[in-house]
């Protein structure tokens, strides 16, 4: 999945000039948390509810008047993206950054923009929770031909697999999370466990409640 598959376009933003008082109020109306500040469809900035809270509070050493201009307070040079990015190195940047928004920017031209909720969706997408499921762990040997070991034992079930995240855990280990075509994941957790594989997730025992 790439962030122009997840990019909220086209963007709606404001303009350095905007007060700070016109650009709280469009973030109230539209229910937005960031605005990208454009001056025409370049990139001038980036404005954040924070950013306009701290602005006007009255804690603020000097706090800024409702009537200031947008480009007073907003970050001059915001992390971008391209829309050709991958999803994964987006959430990434934005991890490490602790940023809450990337504007997508295509040759100078803003157009998108994608925020934390639209990582969320994503991953919602890509694991396929969305979808009628049932939900297995399995640890895995780090070694090639594992998870083709676990996958044809999905096909010889004809159990459709929506979705398989896989991380190591350990030095020799995987752990293997797959979503599945099927709600009796105990039944299919049962007959992997008898067939050498080392299960997480159905336990063996129902949880007690």
């Not at 709606?12 to 937005?32: C, H, I, N, W």
């Not at 996958?151 to 030095?171: C, D, K, Q, V, W």
Request: a neutral charge.
């Amino acid at each position: 999945m790439l962030v122009r598959d997840i990019m909220r376009s086209p963007v709606v933003g404001v303009s350095p000039a905007t007060t700070l008082q016109d650009a709280y109020r469009t973030m109230r109306e539209k229910g937005f948390r960031h605005l990208a500040v454009l001056d025409g469809e370049r990139l001038a900035g980036v404005v954040t509810d924070r950013d306009l809270r701290l602005a006007t509070s009255a804690l603020a050493p000097v706090p800024f008047a409702a009537d200031s201009a947008v480009s007073a307070i907003m970050c001059r040079e915001p992390l971008t993206a391209n829309a050709d990015d991958a999803v994964e190195d987006a959430a990434r940047v934005m991890r490490e950054r602790k940023i809450g928004c990337l504007p997508v920017v295509d040759d100078g031209r803003v157009i998108g923009i994608i925020t934390g909720i639209d990582l969320l969706d994503a991953l919602i997408r890509m694991t396929g929770v969305d979808k009628p499921s049932g939900r297995l762990e399995v640890h895995l040997p780090d070694r090639p031909g594992e998870l083709a070991r676990l996958t044809a034992f999905m096909g010889e079930r004809n159990l459709n697999i929506h979705s398989i995240l896989t991380y190591p855990e350990g030095s020799d280990r995987v752990r293997t999370v797959l979503r599945v075509g099927s709600i009796e994941t105990r039944l299919v957790a049962r007959d992997l466990r008898t067939a050498g594989f080392e299960v997480v997730w159905p336990p063996d025992k129902p949880c007690p409640r």
